[in-house]
C-alpha cells in the first residue's frame, strides 16, 4: 500500500506541476495510458492472494479515476490561464487611429480612354487592338507607303535592332495606330466600325512632343459612307466629350492611306490666355482623317468596288490635355506623383457619356 501511497503522490505532484497541455499529456500517458504505472500494477493483480487482491484492485481502480480526474481538472485550468494570458497580451486599442494608405489615382490618358471609347460605344464602335511592334509592312506598305515614300521619314521612326543576317521582316515601333486598320479588315473584313487607342511612338520631345504618345484610329467601313458622315460622327464625339456643341472644321491635307483627306480643327477662343472649346472664332487642329484609300483596302483583303468608309487618328493626350487644362505634354509621362495627384482621377469617378466627370 505504501507503494501505491508513492505512486499517488508522484502522478498528483507531477499533473500540479505539469506548465503546459503538453506535459500534462505526457504525464497521462505514463500514469493512466495502456502501458502507464497504473496498468502494470493492474497486472501484479494476478499474482495476488485473493484477499490481497480484494484490497488492491478497488484501490488502484480509484486511483485511476482520481488522477484521471485530477488531470481533467489542471486541464481545464491551463485551458483557462492560456485563455487569460491571450486577453492580457493580445489586445487591441480600437480608439487609435487608422494608418492612413497612399492612395493612387487614374492617369488622365486613362481616364480619356475610358471617356472615349464610352462614346463612340454608343454610336456601334467597337474597340480594335494591335501589336506596338510592328512589321513594316503594317506600320507602311498595307497603308500605301512603300519604301523610300517621303511619308516614312516624316514619320521620326524608331527601328528595332537587327542583328546581321536576320531576314525577318523589319520591325518598327508603330508610329500611329493605323497599323490596326489593316489588321482590323485582314481578320473580319467589311462592314466595320471600330476605334483602336492606344501607344503610338516617334523620335521628337519638347513641350508639345514626347516619344511615346496616345492615339485612338477610328475606322467605319460600308457601302455608301462618306465625309459627311464622318464629319457627323466626329461633331457627335467631340460634343459628348467636351459636354458643349463643338463645331467641326475640315482642311484640306495628305495621307498617304486615305484620299481625300483633311486635317480636322476644333472650334475653340482665347480669352485672356485661357482656351475655351467649342466657342469663338479660334481653331485648333486634333486629328487627320479621310477616305480610305482603295489601296489600303486591297491591301487588307476588302473589295474597294464593293466597299467603302473613313477612317481618322486623334491624339488622346492633346484632348486631354485640351479638356483638363492640363499645359505640358511632357509631365504626363514623369511620374511625378504630385502631377498625378493633382491631375488624377478617383477609382469611382467612372466616365459618363456627356463627357463629365462627377465631382
Ligand atoms: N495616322 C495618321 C497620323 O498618325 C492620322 C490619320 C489616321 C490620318 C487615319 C488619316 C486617317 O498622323
Same mark, same amino acid.
Given at each position: 500500500?505504501?507503494?501505491l501511497?508513492?505512486?499517488?503522490?508522484?502522478?498528483?505532484?507531477?499533473?500540479?506541476?505539469?506548465?503546459?497541455?503538453?506535459?500534462?499529456?505526457?504525464?497521462?500517458?505514463s500514469?493512466?495510458?495502456?502501458?502507464?504505472?497504473?496498468?502494470?500494477?493492474?497486472?501484479?493483480?494476478?499474482?495476488?492472494?485473493?484477499?490481497?487482491?480484494?484490497? +488492491?484492485g478497488?484501490?488502484?481502480?480509484?486511483?485511476?479515476?482520481?488522477?484521471?480526474?485530477?488531470?481533467?481538472?489542471?486541464?481545464?485550468?491551463?485551458?483557462?490561464?492560456?485563455?487569460?494570458?491571450?486577453?492580457?497580451?493580445?489586445?487591441? *486599442?480600437?480608439?487609435?487611429?487608422?494608418?492612413?494608405?497612399?492612395?493612387?489615382?487614374?492617369?488622365?490618358?486613362?481616364? %480619356?480612354s475610358?471617356?472615349?471609347?464610352?462614346?463612340?460605344? *454608343?454610336?456601334?464602335?467597337s474597340?480594335?487592338?494591335?501589336?506596338?511592334?510592328?512589321?513594316?509592312?503594317?506600320?507602311?506598305?498595307?497603308?500605301?507607303?512603300?519604301? &523610300?515614300?517621303?511619308?516614312?521619314q516624316?514619320?521620326?521612326?524608331?527601328?528595332?535592332?537587327?542583328?546581321?543576317?536576320?531576314?525577318?521582316?523589319?520591325h518598327v515601333?508603330?508610329?500611329?495606330?493605323?497599323p %490596326?486598320?489593316?489588321?482590323?479588315?485582314?481578320?473580319?473584313g467589311?462592314?466595320?466600325?471600330?476605334?483602336?487607342?492606344?501607344?503610338?511612338?516617334r523620335?521628337?520631345?519638347?513641350?508639345? &512632343?514626347?516619344?511615346?504618345?496616345?492615339?485612338v484610329?477610328?475606322?467605319?467601313? *460600308?457601302?455608301?459612307?462618306?465625309?459627311?458622315?464622318?464629319?457627323?460622327?466626329?461633331?457627335?464625339?467631340?460634343?459628348?466629350?467636351?459636354?458643349?456643341?463643338?463645331?467641326?472644321?475640315?482642311?484640306?491635307?495628305?495621307?498617304?492611306f486615305?484620299?481625300?483627306? +483633311?486635317?480636322?480643327?476644333i472650334?475653340?477662343?482665347?480669352?485672356?490666355?485661357?482656351?475655351?472649346?467649342?466657342e469663338?472664332?479660334?481653331?485648333m487642329e486634333?486629328?487627320?482623317?479621310?477616305?480610305?484609300?482603295?489601296?489600303?483596302?486591297? +491591301?487588307?483583303?476588302v473589295?474597294?468596288?464593293?466597299?467603302?468608309?473613313? +477612317?481618322?487618328g486623334?491624339?488622346?493626350?492633346?484632348?486631354?490635355?485640351?479638356?483638363?487644362?492640363?499645359?505640358?505634354?511632357?509631365?504626363?509621362f514623369?511620374?511625378?506623383?504630385?502631377?498625378?495627384?493633382?491631375?488624377?482621377?478617383?477609382?469611382?469617378?467612372?466616365?459618363?457619356?456627356?463627357?463629365g466627370?462627377?465631382?
Amino acid at each position: 500500500m505504501d507503494d501505491l501511497n508513492r505512486l499517488r503522490s508522484k502522478i498528483l505532484d507531477g499533473i500540479g506541476a505539469a506548465a503546459d497541455e503538453a506535459a500534462l499529456e505526457d504525464i497521462r500517458v505514463s500514469a493512466v495510458g495502456k502501458k502507464g504505472e497504473v496498468a502494470l500494477k493492474m497486472r501484479e493483480l494476478g499474482r495476488m492472494t485473493p484477499e490481497e487482491r480484494q484490497v +488492491a484492485g478497488p484501490a488502484l481502480n480509484a486511483l485511476k479515476d482520481e488522477v484521471n480526474s485530477a488531470i481533467a481538472a489542471k486541464k481545464a485550468g491551463l485551458a483557462d490561464s492560456a485563455l487569460d494570458e491571450r486577453l492580457r497580451t493580445e489586445w487591441l *486599442d480600437v480608439t487609435l487611429p487608422g494608418r492612413p494608405r497612399a492612395q493612387g489615382s487614374i492617369h488622365p490618358v486613362s481616364q %480619356v480612354s475610358e471617356e472615349v471609347s464610352a462614346i463612340f460605344a *454608343d454610336m456601334g464602335f467597337s474597340v480594335a487592338e494591335g501589336p506596338q511592334i510592328e512589321t513594316d509592312f503594317y506600320n507602311f506598305d498595307a497603308l500605301n507607303i512603300p519604301p &523610300h515614300h517621303p511619308a516614312r521619314q516624316e514619320f521620326d521612326t524608331f527601328y528595332m535592332h537587327r542583328d546581321e543576317g536576320d531576314d525577318r521582316a523589319p520591325h518598327v515601333l508603330r508610329t500611329h495606330t493605323s497599323p %490596326v486598320q489593316i489588321r482590323h479588315m485582314e481578320k473580319h473584313g467589311a462592314p466595320c466600325r471600330v476605334i483602336a487607342p492606344g501607344r503610338v511612338y516617334r523620335s521628337d520631345y519638347d513641350q508639345t &512632343h514626347t516619344p511615346m504618345f496616345h492615339q485612338v484610329e477610328g475606322l467605319a467601313i *460600308d457601302k455608301d459612307l462618306s465625309m459627311a458622315n464622318l464629319k457627323w460622327v466626329l461633331e457627335e464625339f467631340f460634343s459628348a466629350f467636351f459636354g458643349i456643341e463643338v463645331k467641326t472644321r475640315f482642311r484640306a491635307s495628305h495621307f498617304p492611306f486615305t484620299e481625300p483627306s +483633311a486635317e480636322v480643327d476644333i472650334q475653340c477662343s482665347w480669352v485672356n490666355g485661357q482656351l475655351k472649346i467649342g466657342e469663338g472664332d479660334g481653331w485648333m487642329e486634333v486629328l487627320g482623317s479621310g477616305m480610305v484609300h482603295p489601296k489600303v483596302l486591297i +491591301a487588307a483583303g476588302v473589295d474597294p468596288d464593293k466597299w467603302q468608309g473613313f +477612317a481618322f487618328g486623334m491624339g488622346i493626350d492633346r484632348i486631354a490635355m485640351l479638356k483638363y487644362g492640363i499645359p505640358d505634354l511632357r509631365a504626363f509621362f514623369d511620374s511625378d506623383l504630385r502631377w498625378l495627384r493633382h491631375y488624377g482621377f478617383a477609382a469611382l469617378d467612372v466616365p459618363t457619356l456627356h463627357g463629365g466627370v462627377s465631382g
